[in-house]
């Protein structure tokens, strides 16, 4: 083990040299460490914060929780924002965010990027809650196609909420009992789909016919 240290130092355990914060770079099995510490008292020991670690086998972390099984892990405590992508030009170019699959031998229905979005539910597990994903449905040059979908969980199952495809839009693909509105400046149900007893109303909550219209 190499350790680069600033205001620290090793006597059975690390210590602050002088009553400040501290910092140092951790060399260890592979891995390189860039590690702080909160300002403490001279010679009290010293806990030290992961700031940045990369793994032998290349993975990146950075924040204070472990590393989990990804090529890159950013974790915060705070609400401000884990990742933020900052564009300085001050021209037409935009900041971008780009999900790329670079597979030498493309295939149809070969999947493109997931967004996931993931919280915890009473029991301390993680809980998937909603999911932004794309497909290439057709790979042929000069006729590529692809398919965006988006899911939720709902009562504990992950739905289709929207999709995408290269020759319509699908809303509730999963055949889901959930209503569908349509919202104008004045009615809340301009358009209203009730996916429970399949009825469809035009300005109106449809009660009792298929269709129903408002004022007929």
Same mark, same amino acid.
């Given at each position: +083990?190499?350790?680069?240290?600033?205001?620290?130092?090793?006597?059975?355990?690390?210590?602050?040299?002088?009553?400040?914060?501290?910092? $140092?770079?951790?060399?260890?099995?592979?891995?390189?460490?860039?590690?702080?510490?909160?300002?403490?008292?001279?010679?009290?020991?010293?806990?030290?914060?992961?700031?940045?670690?990369?793994?032998?086998?290349?993975?990146?972390?950075?924040?204070?929780?472990? #590393? =989990?099984?990804?090529?890159?892990?950013?974790?915060?405590?705070?609400?401000?924002?884990?990742? !933020?992508?900052?564009?300085?030009?001050?021209?037409?170019?935009?900041? !971008?965010?780009?999900? =790329?699959? !670079?597979?030498?031998?493309?295939?149809?229905?070969?999947?493109?990027?997931?967004? #996931?979005?993931?919280?915890?539910?009473?029991?301390?597990?993680?809980?998937?809650?909603?999911?932004?994903?794309?497909?290439?449905?057709?790979?042929?040059?000069?006729?590529?196609?692809?398919?965006?979908?988006?899911?939720?969980?709902? =009562?504990?199952?992950? $739905?289709? !909420?929207? $999709?995408?495809?290269?020759? #319509?839009?699908?809303?509730? =693909?999963?055949?889901?009992?959930?209503?569908?509105?349509? +919202?104008?400046?004045?009615?809340?149900?301009?358009?209203?789909?009730?996916?429970?007893?399949?009825?469809?109303?035009?300005? $109106?909550?449809?009660?009792?016919?298929?269709?129903?219209?408002?004022?007929?």
């Amino acid at each position: +083990e190499t350790n680069i240290m600033h205001n620290a130092y090793y006597s059975s355990g690390y210590n602050y040299g002088v009553s400040d914060e501290a910092a $140092r770079i951790n060399f260890i099995d592979g891995k390189i460490s860039l590690e702080t510490a909160a300002a403490g008292s001279e010679g009290s020991a010293i806990t030290w914060i992961n700031g940045l670690k990369v793994l032998a086998d290349g993975t990146v972390s950075i924040g204070p929780t472990a #590393q =989990e099984s990804d090529t890159l892990t950013v974790t915060t405590t705070t609400t401000d924002g884990s990742l !933020r992508l900052v564009n300085s030009n001050t021209g037409s170019g935009s900041t !971008r965010l780009v999900i =790329e699959n !670079r597979s030498t031998s493309p295939a149809a229905n070969d999947g493109i990027g997931e967004i #996931q979005f993931i919280g915890k539910n009473t029991a301390g597990n993680a809980n998937g809650a909603a999911y932004v994903s794309v497909v290439a449905e057709d790979v042929t040059n000069g006729s590529y196609d692809s398919s965006m979908n988006f899911s939720t969980l709902v =009562e504990g199952y992950v $739905r289709n !909420r929207m $999709r995408f495809t290269p020759t #319509q839009t699908v809303v509730n =693909e999963d055949s889901v009992a959930l209503n569908f509105r349509v +919202e104008s400046t004045d009615n809340d149900n301009m358009i209203h789909v009730d996916g429970t007893n399949n009825r469809v109303g035009i300005g $109106r909550v449809p009660t009792t016919h298929p269709f129903e219209v408002q004022g007929h």
